[in-house]
């Protein structure tokens, strides 16, 4: 498994288990009335799971398991690999920070925080279809 798809995988791993702990303070707190702040977790628990988790863990084993690029360069660029999970890490991480605080304390600050974070995660999947685009083709069969 390439070093990007572990880290990758750990970072996925990581979001689900974020993303799973800030779903059950919310639902705590929308039965129990712990605190009105874990309110604003509402969309972002989501998130962390849908893009976080779900997401990243496809684009890490699909990096590693796609058919071959080339036998001298099996899976494309390691750079463009590296470039998706920053840009999708980084957009991830700003939404979770910027989305509950624009939700508690909206301000142009967390604003503009989120819609770099959508940025960033658009440019993440863009990155990703055009680095696996060339490794999807057919083998045989239909």
Known sequence: MPPITQAAVRAAMIYLVVGAAC??????????????????L???????????WITQFIFAIAYWMFPVFSKTNPRGSPSLAKAVFITLNAGLILRALCEPWRAIAPSPINSAGLVLSAILQTLAAALFVWGSWPRVRERGGF
Do not use: E, K
């Not at 509402?42 to 849908?50: D, G, K, R, W």
């Open 23 to 40: 779903a059950l303070a919310y639902w705590l707190d929308a039965q129990y009335g712990i605190a009105p702040w874990l309110s604003a």
């Open 42 to 52: 509402s969309p972002t628990y989501l998130h962390l799971i849908v893009v976080g």
